[in-house]
């Protein structure tokens, strides 16, 4: 007998026990429903296809970018394409990187992996270019309903399963969790069907894979003869960071063994070494090739001479008379004491001559006795020269050699020695300066190699525009009048505006075989 009445159950309640049971049977094959999907969508979303099996071998570049995604802000911000030339549409380009797009970021953000790879062939026109990155789960999950996205388009390519953006858009291509994607249909088919000999090395993938430093880019390019620069270079490496207010850039290049043969005698001594400062200014150079300037000039003169073909020091010394074939070989003897420190420093330009003039100053490692030895070499000027001509001067009290030219001090070349250097100026001015403050070539310079180069933008363009307006305005100008000229200064002086500082160092590989360093840009903060 039962221990209630079931007189006293009423229908509601027994529905709510119906309902009650139907959900005690539905949960075990909803979980199971659940982890079959679950199942399913990890088998789907597996990592299946290694970077190697879609990358082939000998291609001309191979360029990895490093977090595009999330570094896009800085790179598209970055003044440093204020400063490209409008032809290039940089500032243009930048400006469509950094906007939102259409597609929702969360999702660019899951299509494309942190890595991604550019390789290719075309270095004129980039049309072969094959783009690879790895999709996260949820990236490979959405790429899975293109079918319900508008324009992308089905291509079965017999059997590889293409897909093309849009009716002249790229074609791409899913295996595993890769994404490959090219404007080049047939580019795209060879790297789906690659067999293992056509394949990119692992040694060499797992180099440019390798952990990364701060830059976003990297890579290396193959050149061959058809290419740009590349009958001096067989390749060129590279890694590169852009911020908001400043670009790096490092490479290393290796020559071809015809250049590599011309330039040994230049580079054959050349070591990284610390570079000693140029004097302060609008463009400053700094070298050190381990060679004297007379050396430098022989080699370099070699290098675009025909073998038949007399040295120029022979051929000025054919054509003058015998006092002044000593002359010189003595002045040729001199450049063999100078150096193998150089630096030089344009300074200004001085539109207060009869002519306006570039302020150069220079200063070499020198044998300070051969160089006493040869200024008084010169001899005294003639007794009846006036003070304007131009004959040697040399003062032994200041140890100092003057040229005076038609004009004003400015323009009035001056030597003299400070310590160990020699000293040289196209303006008298300068070198006195310059002589009598020795401590500005004397600063802590943090630089290493055989080469620093430093130019400062915006006081140097304006320094040039400033003399374009007033040679413009007295018809000085071929091809521009006072009016003309302005809109060229303008354009300039925007261009150089956003830039504070260029700098380059370069070293020689120790064997001579290339070079390698860095060019910087510093911007002005906004």
Known sequence: MSSYDDRLI????RRRRRRSGRRGCIFPYLLIVLVILGGFLAWYTRDSHPLRHLLPTGQTYNIVLVDIISNRSNISQSRVWEAMPDAFATEQMMASLGEHTQVPEWVINNIIGPTCFLTGNDLDEFGDVLFLTRMTRVGKIIEAFHRFFPGIEPDHAGGLKLRRLS????YY?????LLALSPCRET?????????????PQKTLDTALGESGAEQVRGIISLGPEDPLGDAFKSLSFA???????AQLEFRTLLTPDWEAKLNPILDNAQAVRLDPPVEGLIEVSANLGITLSEVWSATEAIFRDDDEPSAWDTWKDALEEDEQAELELFQALLGMIGPGLRLTWRDIDQHEMFPLPTFVAT???????????FESLGPPPEDAMPWESFPRYDPEQQRLTI???????????????????????????????LSNPNETTTPFPYQGNLFIRVRPVPSVNELMDTGRLLASQNLLRGHSAESFVQTADLWERKAAPLDELTAV????????????ELAITCVPF
């Open 167 to 170: 009716e002249d858009g790229p």
């Open 404 to 434: 005076p030219m038609i004009g004003g001090p400015s323009f009035e070349p001056t030597f003299g020695l400070i310590g160990d250097a020699l000293v040289a100026s196209t303006s008298a001015m300068e070198a006195d300066t310059l």
């Open 506 to 517: 370069i070293a020689v590989d120790e064997d001579g075989s290339g070079f390698r360093g």
């Open 364 to 374: 070499a490692d020198a044998r300070p006795g051969t160089v006493i030895g040869f």
């Open 240 to 246: 590169l960071r852009i911020e908001p207010l400043s």
């Open 173 to 177: 291509a899913v295996r595993g969790r």
């Open 10 to 13: 009423t229908p509601s309640l």
């Open 188 to 200: 795209l088919i060879k790297a789906l069907t690659l067999t293992d000999d056509h394949r990119i």
